[in-house]
């Protein structure tokens, strides 16, 4: 019996978690029946819409009930909760595994979408999983026959880096698999461990069995749970007896790997590209799916790649295969999360146009014995020839010899009754399962030391048990008392934890990293009931004090985000500032997902001899444009070799990246195998390259008004410490390249409309340079863009010393200047960057190609839509009430202007009297011309010098106001320095201070401007009466 049906999707909101609630984040998602639509968090009207088959509104609308589990808060509720999801999701699976067909359900989102919630769920509040399991059972024991025999197995398989790990694998270290191919199964797992199962609490404890196994591995070889997918499978069988048919099912319950790991860094221009199998699964699973998709609407595809990796093998029949297969996404709403919310979102839409053909599983049980043994056949006659042949292909023996060795397992399988199964399995649960009511027993005895893990659904499986006396805590056992802890910077001697008189102590040994709530342990202190520890890189635990300290506290909320959280804050990022922006957030949360595996990565450095140092931090985390808005944010790692000083600065994508080939590299090496790699392989290894150190702002707006512009200017990093100063001038001149007079400087900037504007960028020296204080070896090149031209500019390189003697001159010339142009000038500045140089690397160089020269040798740069610098970005919701200020004083300044214009028209109203009456030719004009000469203190024809005096005042201002700008920009640039008490106030004094000397520079500048416009205007008043009673 044929079945064809499309994949069908579900999507589901979560709540805020609590990071998202501390920081006020917004909700960017708006549900109807099945249509999703998602808002950008910058701009609400900028929507994406998306319709999938079902859809789950579980953001809120919710209440916890007596026994701990979501439900909605009342009858008009949207919320959806567990059960609703069962019912939709995991019911039909249970359908359908009756019926005899094969299900699958795929969950897929960013890493704390809710993935593990809506699969295995919280406690009480079961997930998809069990009450599938549970469900099961439910079902068998109301449809008993005597006919009938019902057959549970259960299996749970972990795919890490291409490799297969069975977690309830009878070893204590879970064993890597092979996948293999078969006629009959198609891909499947060599020796994979299926337990038989009777009732729900067997599975519930396989459960807790196999996610203990996936921590202890992960904290073994690194492998975070949030990059490795988890294949949970149900084999449901109906054996019919008298028919000697069986009808079997296999349920797979797939949580993949969280989505963001998706993200190439070949975006980045990484040399590396997704150089990891890490990233393999996902990337081969999204081609698949874009392949199937294309199928189904139609098209000609030569290759679905299954076989790229071990994931989509095993996934084959669930995609485009003998499945019917569901997939439900998990989003976050939280505009901190708009990107990777939007990505799950598409590939999702592409999931639902797969087609799948599903058949019923009915085989009769001698036909599959006979199956079996006609394929053994040809295996051995297929070993018979090779042997005749004296061909010596080892591999290829090995190869068949272990098919031949599985097809004869699974005969036997057959073979053997279900009693004797059980029977068996029965025997290893007493074996298994007995340290459970002991370890019961001792949480009511002794506290202790739960783990607590990236992925929340592996929290809490691990207890740690602090007996009496004296323990140490390490990675060697060889002590009379230890806790065995593996982890990256995990020292055989770590720490040494008592429990004496009912009081317990921590205290590092030597130089181990132990950090206790967020701060470096450097003493022995006494543990407090929910202290949180952070042992070497990354193995976090929660300490849980003596029974009588416990009160029932959720300790739900102490989880990975917390701890790292909790560091942030130490180093001095925080989420806690309610009115922060959402570009702000996400970046909070990428420093707090990152920063983990910037520890490893120093960890794996320091052991692997590659002396270097990884450094996380946040590029333009205090720093503003020209005109005070904050700058965009992210998250970028510094990497710095301890012996020759040399640094890179890497993108996000590209340090996670390599961070997963240094995995790779870390395990062979702790598998003992030899490391062989190439510069071109080496992901410690990158060319040396120039570094971005800082930028400066110089304004414009002196060119509208012909004012040269002298300025000292300080170069910020993106931390917005002070790089270096600059000083450069900003000189109107002719075409010859000669400085304009004062006689030359314009009060109306509109005059210039239509003309032609030359100028002169002279950068002069760069001084107190701290990339070279740091190291003498090295130089600086400053690179900027004028206007919109596309070509950058930049000055020769400087080495080896700390004040850079510079002297670069270079003349630009507008040919036609446009109003587009003077608002640009008006508002905008010409933005430097420094450079810092190191040896080897490749210096700045200037284009030469598409530049543009006049007869005179000046650079051509007109432009019709000047444009700001890619990295600006301009939001007027952030300007500060001090700026704000400013903009106001601006604006006094354009009714000053007006009022020049008045005076301009009366200027030329009396240079017309004038002419006029000296066209007369009167008898008395000698005397005329001597008055006029008095009144205005000059031997000839009177000359409207009140333009003159005007333009001379603006320079003055101008110049005063720059200063101005400078103590504004860098009062906002000011942070707190710490937490002291007495530091604080210091500060505070030193901000006060700060505050006075701009306010009082503020109010000397626009004093200053209107005296000089008083005096103008009296002046220009006393003319007018003169010519008054002259005429």
Same mark, same amino acid.
């Given at each position: 019996?044929?079945?064809?049906?499309?994949?069908?999707?579900?999507?589901?909101?979560?709540?805020?978690?609590?990071?998202?609630?501390?920081?006020?984040?917004?909700?960017?998602?708006?549900?109807?029946?099945?249509?999703?639509?998602?808002?950008?968090?910058?701009?609400?009207?900028?929507?994406?819409?998306?319709?999938?088959?079902? *859809?789950?509104?579980?953001?809120?609308?919710?209440?916890?009930?007596?026994?701990?589990?979501?439900?909605?808060?009342?009858?008009?509720?949207?919320?959806?909760?567990?059960?609703?999801?069962?019912?939709?999701?995991?019911?039909?699976?249970l359908n359908n595994a009756w019926k005899g067909y094969n299900a699958t359900l795929l969950a897929y989102g960013q890493t704390g979408s809710g993935?593990?919630?809506?699969?295995?769920?919280?406690?009480?509040?079961?997930?998809?999983?069990?009450?599938?399991?549970?469900?099961?059972?439910?079902?068998?024991?109301?449809?008993?026959?005597?006919?009938?025999?019902?057959?549970?197995?259960?299996?749970?398989?972990?795919?890490?880096?291409?490799?297969?790990?069975?977690?309830?694998?009878?070893?204590?270290?879970?064993?890597?698999?092979?996948?293999?191919?078969?006629?009959?199964?198609?891909?499947?797992?060599?020796?994979?461990?299926?337990?038989?199962?009777?009732?729900?609490?067997?599975?519930?404890?396989?459960?807790?069995?196999?996610?203990?196994?996936?921590?202890?591995? *992960?904290?073994?070889?690194?492998?975070?749970?949030?990059?490795?997918?988890?294949?949970?499978?149900?084999?449901?069988?109906?054996?019919?007896?008298?028919?000697?048919?069986?009808?079997?099912?296999?349920?797979?319950?797939?949580?993949?790997?969280? =989505?963001?790991?998706?993200?190439?860094?070949?975006?980045?221009?990484?040399?590396? /590209?997704?150089?990891?199998?890490?990233?393999?699964?996902?990337?081969?699973?999204?081609?698949?799916?874009?392949?199937?998709?294309?199928i189904a609407m139609g098209k000609r595809v030569l290759h679905v790649p299954y076989r790229n990796s071990t994931l989509t093998k095993l996934l084959?029949?669930?995609?485009?295969?003998?499945?019917?297969?569901?997939?439900?996404?998990?989003?976050?709403?939280?505009?901190?999360?708009?990107?990777?919310?939007?990505?799950?979102?598409?590939?999702?839409?592409?999931?639902?146009?797969?087609?799948?053909?599903?058949?019923?599983?009915?085989?009769?049980?001698?036909?599959?014995?006979?199956?079996?043994?006609?394929?053994?056949?040809?295996?051995?006659?297929?070993?018979?020839?090779?042997?005749?042949?004296?061909?010596?292909?080892?591999?290829?023996?090995?190869?068949?010899?272990?098919?031949?060795?599985?097809?004869?397992?699974?005969?036997?399988?057959?073979?053997?009754?279900?009693?004797?199964?059980?029977?068996?399995?029965?025997?290893?649960?007493?074996?298994?399962?007995?340290?459970?009511?002991?370890? /019961?027993?001792?949480?009511?005895?002794?506290?202790?030391?739960?783990?607590?893990?990236?992925?929340?659904?592996?929290?809490?499986?691990?207890?740690?048990?602090?007996?009496?006396?004296?323990?140490?805590?390490?990675?060697?056992?060889?002590?009379?008392?230890?806790?065995?802890?593996?982890?990256?910077?995990?020292?055989?001697?770590?720490?040494?934890?008592? !429990?004496?008189?009912?009081?317990?102590?921590?205290?590092?040994?030597?130089?181990?990293?132990?950090?206790?709530?967020?701060?470096?342990?450097?003493?022995?202190?006494?543990?407090?009931?929910?202290?949180?520890?952070?042992?070497?890189?990354?193995?976090?635990?929660?300490?849980?004090?003596?029974?009588?300290?416990?009160?029932?506290?959720?300790?739900? #909320?102490?989880?990975?985000?917390?701890?790292?959280?909790?560091?942030?804050?130490?180093?001095?990022?925080?989420?806690?500032?309610?009115?922060?922006?959402?570009?702000?957030?996400?970046?909070?949360?990428?420093?707090?997902?990152? #920063?983990?595996?910037?520890?490893?990565?120093?960890?794996?450095?320091?052991?692997?001899?590659?002396?270097?140092?990884?450094?996380?931090?946040?590029?333009?985390?205090?720093?503003?444009?020209?005109?005070?808005?904050?700058?965009?944010?992210?998250?970028?790692? #510094?990497?710095?070799?301890?012996?020759?000083?040399?640094?890179?600065?890497?993108?996000?994508?590209?340090?996670?990246?390599?961070?997963?080939?240094?995995?790779?590299?870390?395990?062979?090496?702790?598998?003992?195998?030899?490391?062989?790699?190439?510069?071109?392989?080496?992901?410690?290894?990158?060319?040396?390259?120039?570094?971005?150190?800082?930028?400066?702002?110089?304004?414009?707006?002196?060119?509208?008004?012909?004012?040269?512009?002298?300025?000292?200017?300080?170069?910020?990093?993106?931390?917005?410490?002070?790089?270096?100063?600059?000083?450069?001038?900003?000189?109107?001149?002719?075409?010859?390249?000669?400085?304009?007079?004062?006689?030359?400087?314009?009060?109306?900037?509109?005059?210039?409309?239509?003309? /032609?504007?030359?100028?002169?960028?002279?950068?002069?020296?760069?001084?107190?340079?701290?990339?070279?204080?740091?190291?003498?070896?090295?130089?600086?090149?400053?690179?900027?863009?004028?206007?919109? +031209?596309?070509?950058?500019?930049?000055?020769?390189?400087?080495?080896?010393?700390?004040?850079?003697?510079?002297?670069?001159?270079?003349?630009?010339?507008?040919?036609?200047?446009?109003?587009?142009?003077?608002?640009?000038?008006?508002?905008?500045?010409?933005?430097?960057?420094?450079?810092?140089?190191?040896?080897?690397?490749?210096?700045?160089?200037?284009?030469?190609?598409?530049?543009?020269?006049?007869?005179?040798?000046?650079?051509?740069?007109?432009?019709?839509?000047?444009?700001?610098?890619?990295?600006?970005?301009?939001?007027?919701?952030?300007?500060?009430?001090?700026?704000?200020?400013?903009?106001?004083?601006?604006?006094?300044?354009?009714?000053?202007?007006?009022?020049?214009?008045?005076?301009?028209?009366?200027?030329?109203?009396?240079?017309?009297?004038?002419?006029?009456? =000296?066209?007369?030719?009167?008898?008395?004009?000698?005397?005329? +011309?001597?008055?006029?000469?008095?009144?205005?203190?000059?031997?000839?024809?009177?000359?409207?010098?009140?333009?003159?005096?005007?333009?001379?005042?603006? #320079?003055?201002?101008?110049?005063?106001?720059?200063?101005?700008? !400078?103590?504004?920009?860098?009062?906002?640039?000011?942070?707190?320095?710490?937490?002291?008490?007495?530091?604080?106030?210091?500060?505070?004094?030193?901000?006060?201070?700060?505050?006075?000397?701009?306010?009082? *520079?503020?109010?000397?500048?626009?004093?200053?401007?209107?005296?000089?416009? *008083?005096?103008?205007?009296?002046?220009?008043?006393?003319?007018?009466?003169?010519?008054?009673?002259?005429?």
């Open positions: 019996m044929l079945s064809a049906d499309s994949v069908q999707v579900a999507v589901r909101v979560r709540p805020f978690n609590q990071m998202e609630k501390d920081a006020g984040s917004c909700c960017i998602i708006s549900m109807v029946l099945n249509s999703i639509t998602v808002c950008h968090p910058r701009n609400r009207n900028n929507t994406k819409t998306f319709l999938f088959d079902l *859809s789950y509104w579980s953001h809120n609308g919710f209440i916890k009930n007596k026994e701990g589990i979501l439900i909605p808060d009342g009858p008009a509720s949207k919320y959806a909760d567990q059960k609703r999801v069962f019912d939709d999701l995991g019911q039909e699976m993935k593990s919630y809506s699969m295995i769920g919280y406690g009480p509040d079961r997930g998809i999983i069990p009450l599938t399991c549970d469900g099961m059972f439910k079902i068998i024991h109301q449809n008993q026959e005597p006919d009938k025999q019902y057959q549970i197995y259960f299996s749970m398989l972990e795919i890490y880096n291409e490799k297969v790990v069975d977690l309830l694998a009878e070893s204590k270290q879970p064993r890597d698999l092979k996948v293999r191919e078969s006629p009959q199964r198609g891909f499947y797992v060599e020796n994979q461990t299926l337990v038989p199962c009777e009732s729900y609490e067997q599975i519930q404890q396989l459960l807790k069995e196999g996610n203990t196994k996936r921590i202890t591995r *992960s904290t073994s070889i690194n492998a975070v749970s949030s990059r490795s997918h988890l294949i949970t499978t149900i084999r449901f069988k109906q054996v019919f007896l008298k028919d000697h048919l069986t009808k079997q099912s296999d349920i797979n319950l797939v949580d993949l790997a969280g =989505s963001e790991r998706q993200k190439s860094s070949g975006s980045e221009g990484d040399r590396l /590209r997704e150089g990891t199998a890490i990233n393999l699964s996902l990337t081969t699973l999204g081609n698949v799916i874009s392949a199937l998709a294309e084959q029949s669930a995609l485009g295969g003998n499945s019917k297969t569901r997939m439900i996404a998990t989003v976050s709403p939280a505009d901190i999360c708009y990107e990777e919310t939007l990505s799950t979102l598409r590939y999702a839409e592409r999931t639902k146009n797969i087609r799948n053909k599903a058949v019923i599983n009915e085989n009769p049980t001698e036909r599959l014995i006979l199956e079996l043994r006609a394929e053994n056949a040809k295996l051995r006659s297929t070993i018979t020839k090779i042997r005749n042949t004296g061909l010596r292909v080892e591999e290829e023996m090995k190869e068949l010899r272990q098919s031949l060795a599985e097809n004869e397992r699974q005969m036997a399988e057959i073979q053997t009754s279900w009693e004797e199964q059980l029977e068996k399995a029965q025997q290893e649960w007493e074996q298994k399962y007995k340290t459970l009511t002991q370890e /019961r027993r001792m949480i009511q005895m002794f506290p202790y030391l739960v783990n607590v893990n990236v992925d929340p659904q592996l929290s809490g499986f691990v207890h740690l048990f602090v007996q009496d006396g004296e323990t140490v805590i390490g990675q060697s056992a060889g002590f009379p008392q230890a806790i065995v802890i593996k982890g990256f910077g995990v020292a055989d001697k770590h720490a040494i934890i008592t !429990n004496l008189d009912n009081k317990v102590t921590l205290e590092p040994c030597g130089q181990a990293k132990v950090i206790l709530n967020g701060a470096l342990l450097l003493t022995k202190v006494p543990l407090k009931h929910l202290d949180r520890l952070i042992l070497g890189s990354n193995s976090t635990y929660l300490y849980v004090g003596f029974p009588c300290e416990r009160n029932g506290e959720d300790m739900s #909320k102490y989880d990975y985000d917390f701890f790292q959280s909790e560091l942030a804050a130490v180093e001095g990022l925080s989420n806690r500032n309610k009115k922060v922006d959402p570009s702000v957030l996400a970046v909070f949360l990428d420093y707090i997902r990152v #920063k983990p595996l910037v520890a490893e990565a120093n960890q794996i450095s320091e052991e692997l001899s590659k002396d270097l140092r990884f450094e996380l931090e946040v590029k333009n985390l205090a720093l503003t444009d020209s005109r005070g808005h904050d700058l965009v944010k992210e998250v970028i790692v #510094k990497v710095t070799n301890k012996t020759t000083h040399q640094v890179w600065v890497w993108s996000k994508a590209k340090f996670v990246n390599r961070k997963f080939i240094m995995e790779d590299i870390y395990q062979h090496f702790i598998d003992g195998k030899t490391i062989s790699l190439d510069r071109e392989s080496d992901p410690f290894w990158d060319p040396i390259d120039v570094v971005h150190l800082g930028t400066a702002y110089v304004w414009l707006q002196s060119l509208n008004y012909c004012i040269p512009l002298e300025e000292h200017v300080e170069f910020h990093n993106s931390q917005g410490e002070e790089e270096a100063v600059l000083q450069m001038n900003l000189v109107p001149c002719t075409p010859t390249g000669q400085p304009l007079s004062e006689d030359e400087i314009l009060i109306d900037p509109t005059e210039m409309v239509g003309q /032609r504007l030359d100028f002169q960028v002279q950068i002069k020296q760069c001084l107190g340079i701290r990339w070279l204080k740091q190291n003498s070896m090295r130089g600086i090149q400053i690179q900027y863009h004028v206007l919109n +031209h596309p070509c950058p500019f930049c000055t020769k390189p400087i080495w080896n010393t700390v004040n850079a003697r510079i002297d670069q001159v270079m003349q630009f010339t507008v040919k036609s200047v446009s109003e587009e142009l003077l608002n640009y000038l008006q508002n905008h500045a010409l933005v430097l960057d420094l450079w810092g140089l190191q040896e080897d690397c490749t210096e700045i160089s200037s284009p030469s190609d598409d530049i543009e020269l006049t007869d005179e040798g000046s650079i051509i740069i007109d432009c019709v839509r000047p444009q700001l610098p890619s990295s600006v970005e301009i939001d007027d919701d952030q300007l500060s009430e001090l700026y704000i200020k400013l903009s106001k004083l601006e604006q006094e300044i354009e009714l000053l202007r007006d009022v020049n214009r008045t005076l301009r028209k009366d200027n030329v109203s009396i240079k017309s009297t004038l002419r006029k009456m =000296s066209d007369a030719s009167r008898p008395d004009e000698k005397s005329f +011309h001597r008055k006029n000469a008095e009144a205005f203190g000059s031997k000839g024809t009177p000359k409207a010098s009140y333009e003159v005096d005007f333009a001379k005042a603006l #320079k003055t201002f101008y110049q005063s106001m720059n200063r101005v700008r !400078n103590q504004l920009l860098g009062l906002r640039r000011h942070r707190p320095p710490g937490d002291d008490v007495e530091t604080l106030r210091l500060y505070l004094d030193n901000q006060t201070r700060i505050i006075r000397d701009f306010g009082d *520079s503020l109010e000397l500048c626009m004093n200053t401007l209107k005296n000089d416009v *008083s005096l103008i205007v009296k002046k220009k008043k006393g003319h007018n009466l003169w010519g008054t009673v002259a005429k």
